[in-house]
């Protein structure tokens, strides 16, 4: 993808030898930002910030200081992240004006590294949502067609990066929300294996599937960004150990690699342009040496069952806290603190987010615990038990981000389960914690289409070495 | 199942803290009876022998040292977004009588 921005790793060494200045990288980058404002992809700057952040490491530059791998980098956080210089919504009413206190271990790790913040990206609000059209603010247009959506939730992030507002954004993944409006946008997004990056200071959606992850034009970008993000935090006790540094040496070589193409995924209903693109990217694959054949997950048709399910139930539990006491939006003419709770959420939270409340608190409650959720908890392990089967077998699953390229702004807001079904060929890796990322595989009928490729948990570098060579192909 | 009815969205509005308006009740019913519809697919699914899994990596119980650590932020730093205070402390609305 052509690009008024270099390479991440590129713009850094130049603004470390002096040849760049930050302070000139983030003024194109709020350029482009005001230049593009029409796709509302971005909430709110955080330029004053920014700004004086840029002087800081220009400063350093010209003091002969080493600044970081990222160093003058500009960036675009989802609104999902605290940040410091704008307020974190989540893109929701109830979240408007919240100031944060600290900021996303994410945030700061890329911050110890150089980059600079400039934006919050738009989102379904709480990042609910398949499409970014549930943002409580306004409607993120799709880069390529503006008629269309650019998937979701992380919505604003993609779109953001393929307008080339910044070289890269950050964005959140529950259920598919990177990898999705990475596929209808044509950006790369990269979910990691669950635990690799610390949700410390990132609004919570789903616990138990939610992780952090990077929106880029190229594969090589999103393992510079992950070496800086990934690795064990106190602040989040699921962080998993790793090995961040393992991100900058991809070997990406397709020659030998076995490669499963998932055959529910590429069964009826998927969109004839899809398929044709996901082909095409397969047939590449092989003509460069990998061994492909097909594999069978016979409960992949369970997945959306199961996410829908543990998804609100997860969700119901962490909206509790908007209460209207602690931060957020609270109703100051109650009566008594029973009053003032539910007024401020009622007024607070927008439509998905108290259908899924309701939905979790039925799943959950005590007459259906069993019936529901133990029962998708329980499809899970037969779901992750298939993936570690597949694995033994293949080095990294192939099949589409989802069964159909963007759709038109507005064609499934008024049926909720349709909006769902977005995520049918995403939500199964999230249920497995497995890594996985979209990758450009071309255009149907003028529109992106992604390519997803899986790997086994803590793969992510294979992952990621994979999809560089496989991205060099599609090119 | 049970069809969900127009008195178990009330009680699961309730339960939620959440008020409904009498217009938004009907929607919800219906969207959600959907949804419900959808996800009972499971039900005929074979799960015998099998463990629900609530955590895929492996952690359990993850504990660390009982001690305080400077986090670097003032207290009342952390309380500027609460919408009533006193004394740095949260103050709510009478919960009794």
Known sequence: MSSVWMSVTKIASKVQAGELKATELVEQSLAMIAEKDEYRAIIATTSERAR????????KVANGETVGVLAGVPFIAKDNFLVFGAETTAASNILKGFDAPYQSTAVERLEAAGAICVAKANLDAFAHGSSTENSDFMVTKNPVDPTRVPGGSSGGSAAAVVLDLAPFALGTDTGGSIRLPASFCGAVGYKPTYGLVSRSGVVAMASSTDVIG??????????????????????????????????????????????????????????AGVRARIEAAIAKMEEAGALVSEISLPSLPLALAAYYIICPAEVSSNLSRYDGQRYGYTYTEAENLSESFSKSRSIGFGKEAKRRIMIGTYVLSSGYYDAYYKKAQTVRTKLIQEFQGAFEQFDFLVGPVAPTPAFKIGENTADPLQMYLTDIMTVAVSLAGIPAVSIPAGLSDGLPVGLQIMAAQRKDKELLSVAQATGELLV | MADLTRDDILKLARLSRIDLEDSEVASYLSEMAEIIKYVELLQSVDTTGLAPTAQVTGLTNVMREDETWD????????????????KDQIRVKRMIG
């Open chain 1, 52 to 59: 004086s952040r840029a002087t800081e490491i220009d400063a």
């Open chain 1, 214 to 271: 990077p929106l880029t034009r190229t594969v090589e970008d999103a393992a510079v960004v992950m070496s800086v993000m990934a690795g064990k935090d106190r602040l989040d006790s699921t962080t998993i150990d790793s090995t961040p540094a393992e991100f900058l040496e991809l070997t990406g070589e397709l020659k030998g690699k076995k490669v499963g193409v998932i055959k529910e995924y590429m069964s009826e209903g998927l969109d």
């Open chain 2, 71 to 86: 986090y670097g932020y003032p207290a009342h730093d952390l309380m500027k977004n609460v919408p009533a205070t006193e």
